[in-house]
């Protein structure tokens, strides 16, 4: 029995090592993917949707869904009496350093991938003469990770083996209202409830000798913020917008489970842990505007800042390092409308180009994506299909990393 307290001190002690490293190692920098990092951008503010990814995500001064109340709530005035619309997404991201992953313990040849399909976004709005209003759901942040395995094996004989996961999301419950003040100006305001888990489990296993540890945690997230914004109309043809999204305190309640197994089930070991941790996060401010230059062409350019140097995670109780910097995102994009009739009925097909340049918030390595998208769709009476494809590519880390996004749109309108 002492013997094999001897071997669990270790054994802990190296996974201490492993999870809890020294902040003087170097190697450990992680950077973009930060356990609590949502995948594909630090730098979210909206659940996108088909239409505004067709455009580089331009969404502060033109409104083709419900999805506005998101990041500027006083486009619902634009909208026609109801809205209601469902969104899916395929999104695929590259990574490199994550976790235990290419840091010191785990180690890979190359970029690891990560593709999720999920049904993303659902919301309906209504607009009444000067008031508009909407209720929406999405998924806004994904926090999973390509899962990674590794083991030692000699004469065909596996002689220790690793495992790691990580998954979980965070969806946001959106309650916004508008009112038109003016002929040219109105307003909107959005009240946001966010819930969600992060997941990571770690298994290590010696099958020759009988051991296993197996650490688990778990953290339950909510939060709270509001979101809101203005739109000017200077003219028949140009749009102006102000939009904002209030710095939170995301609250974290984190477990951990730690056990130990050996001699077969003989002996067992288990360590508990829990603590009520929080996020800071960072105040978010855009400008937008748009113009219709010719009579079906609309571009819009979108400018966003992100206060990222104001952002704190604590975990456990301990302070973690990040080292950031506040980043301006640019987005810009364009919307040609075209049409043509069948058996006598009128079909619109919009046609979307758009670039977005999105900087990631760490001061080292400084590190942005550069993405190009393009869209389309089709209407016909009250009913829109549309799609939105985002193609990113990264640069300043040295890893080449890339993000993918394919949107779906159905919306139905009255």
């Known amino acids: 029995m002492a013997g094999r307290f001897g071997i669990l001190i270790v054994l802990l002690f190296g996974l201490s090592c492993v999870l809890f490293p020294p902040p003087a190692?170097?190697?450990?920098?992680?950077?973009?993917?930060?356990?609590?990092?949502?995948?594909?951008?630090?730098?979210?503010?909206?659940?996108?949707?088909?239409?505004?990814?067709?455009r580089g995500g331009t969404c502060f001064s033109l409104a083709s869904d419900c999805s506005a109340a998101l990041t500027n709530p006083a486009l619902l005035l634009l909208l026609p009496k109801w809205t209601a619309m469902v969104n899916g997404s395929l999104t695929y991201a590259s990574l490199f350093k994550y976790s235990l992953v290419n840091t010191g313990v785990l180690g890979s040849d190359g970029n690891l991938a990560l593709t999720l399909y999920s049904l993303d976004f659902s919301g309906l709005?209504?607009?009444?003469?000067?008031?508009?209003?909407?209720?929406?759901?999405?998924?806004?942040?994904?926090?999973?990770?390509?899962?990674?395995?590794?083991?030692?094996?000699?004469?065909g004989i596996t002689y220790y083996s690793i495992d790691l996961t990580q998954k979980g999301m965070l969806r946001t419950?959106?309650?916004?209202?508008?009112r038109r003040i003016n002929d040219w100006l109105s307003?909107?305001?959005?009240?946001?409830?966010?819930?969600?888990d992060l997941k990571r489990e770690m298994i290590e296993e010696w099958p020759t000798s009988g051991i296993s540890i197996t650490d688990r945690k778990t953290g339950d997230i909510r939060e709270f913020y509001l979101n809101g914004g203005l739109l000017a109309n200077l003219a028949d043809r140009v749009r102006i917008a102000a939009v904002f999204r209030t710095p939170s305190s995301r609250k974290l309640k984190n477990s951990s489970l730690l056990e130990y197994s050996a001699g077969a089930g003989k002996t067992e070991i288990a360590i508990e842990a829990s603590a009520e941790d929080n996020v800071k996060q960072p105040l978010i401010l855009g400008l937008g505007a748009s113009a219709r230059i010719l009579p079906h062409l609309d571009v819009a350019l979108d400018i966003s800042y992100y206060g990222w140097s104001h952002y704190a995670f604590n975990y456990f109780g301990e302070a973690q390092q990040r080292n950031f910097r506040d980043v301006m995102k640019a987005a810009t994009g364009m919307e040609w409308l075209s049409s043509f009739k069948l058996f006598g009925q009128r079909i619109?097909?919009?046609?979307?180009?758009?670039?977005?340049?999105?900087?990631?918030?760490?001061?080292?390595?400084?590190?942005?994506?550069?993405?190009?998208?393009?869209?389309?769709g089709l209407s016909?009476?009250?009913?829109?299909?549309?799609?939105?494809?985002?193609?990113?590519?990264?640069?300043?880390?040295?890893n080449d990393l890339a993000t993918r996004k394919l949107l779906v749109s159905l919306a139905f309108e009255l």
């Open 25 to 54: 190692w170097p190697q450990l920098a992680i950077g973009q993917y930060e356990e609590e990092a949502p995948l594909g951008t630090w730098n979210i503010f909206e659940t996108a949707t088909a239409a505004s990814l067709g």
């Open 125 to 155: 709005s209504l607009h009444l003469g000067k008031w508009a209003f909407a209720i929406t759901i999405g998924a806004r942040e994904l926090y999973n990770r390509p899962p990674a395995q590794s083991e030692y094996s000699y004469g």
């Open 173 to 178: 419950l959106n309650l916004s209202a508008a």
């Open 187 to 196: 307003a909107g305001l959005g009240i946001n409830l966010s819930a969600g």
């Open 348 to 376: 619109d097909i919009p046609i979307r180009l758009g670039l977005a340049y999105d900087p990631q918030p760490m001061k080292e390595p400084r590190s942005s994506y550069l993405a190009f998208t393009f869209g389309g």
């Open 380 to 398: 016909w009476q009250n009913l829109h299909l549309d799609f939105g494809v985002l193609i990113g590519r990264e640069s300043g880390s040295g």
